[in-house]
């Protein structure tokens, strides 16, 4: 059946802020939307529509993809595409999308880490699954070990070279890696645009010294599981709800869910509720509290669920004793599951 005509809110743009992307001409939505899980071929269309449509009427003007985000891997990105030919063609230019290639996807030697062969012919496959003729944003997810840097970045290059991708970004990256790219990028005339790591109140590796490379170098900063999956939401408070990611049991343990980290979460959860806010919205709020991070990249199972995070806008403003009491329960909580990625 087909799918009701997409009419986008007229006041689309009245709800969101947009900040530069460290020092580059592009804005991003302070808070953007991933699509890792909840859009794969095992979720219903209509939800997965329904949360986009909502999202682009709030101002979400940023959606994030990698080749393997399903399941199965691809699938998200065929959902997109089908989506994007539906409702989101007209607007293409009012958004920013963005894959990746890094990790496991396709069988032998060239489906994974971050050969040339494998980059360039991954983006080929996005592109394709997708309906695009680019992407604005093409990652390197991971850094590997056992290829040249110059290799991986010089793929990126010539994505955006090819009129493939509109900028280069890289993912999970240490500090010294990123200065790295930075430098063989600005080499080959393609500015690096963005990093995507993960950060989130009870993950916290990128403040000794992964944002300091990114001020000092202009480059911009979207965080990753900002929900710590949704640990710190309220919906973990009573108990393992079903059809929750740690039910499932694929990227969130169970097992993280300890009496300690409940405790850190409880308490936190104060802190919202003694600033009106949702414990989603304290934890959004407290990503972007740094004029450094560009943007938030939540997930999203429901509408409602992106509207309450969205809600985090309403107000943004810590003041000096609440982040004192955060500072106190926000400890690392071992969520870095991407730590392997960044260096060896
Ligand atoms: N570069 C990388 O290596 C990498 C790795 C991971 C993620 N990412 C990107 O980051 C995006 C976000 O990651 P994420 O999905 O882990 O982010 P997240 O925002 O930390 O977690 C999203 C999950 O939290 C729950 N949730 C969200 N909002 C909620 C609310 N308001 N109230 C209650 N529960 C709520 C939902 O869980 P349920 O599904 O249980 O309802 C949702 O699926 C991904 O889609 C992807 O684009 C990148």
Redesign the pocket.
Known sequence: MKPEPFAPAGDRYDHMSYRRCGRSGLKLPAI????????GGDRPLETSRAILRRAFDLGVTHF???NN?GPPYGSAEETFGRIFSDDFRPYRDELVI?T?A??DMWPGPYGEWGSRKYLLSSLDQSLRRMGLEYVDIF?S??FDPDTPLEETLGALDSAVRAGKALYAGI??YSAEKTREAYDILRALGTPLLIH???Y?LLNRWIEPDVLDALGELGVGCIC????????????YLNGI?E??????NT??SPDLLTDEALSKIRALNDVAAGRGQ????L??AWTLRDPRMTS???????V??????L?ALRNLALSDDELAEIDRHATESGLN??AR?SAE
């Open positions: 953007s939307l991933g699509l890792w899980h909840n859009f994030d993809l990698a985000y963005s990746k890094g990790y990652y997810h991971r993912s999970s995507q790591p993960s989130s990753f599981s900002p929900l710590a999956q949704g640990m710190l939401t309220d919906k709800p059809g929750s990611r740690a039910a499932s990227s969130l949702s414990l989603a919205q934890a959004l938030t990249l939540i997930g999203a199972s429901s409602a669920q992106l509207e309450d995070s809600g599951l991407w990625s």
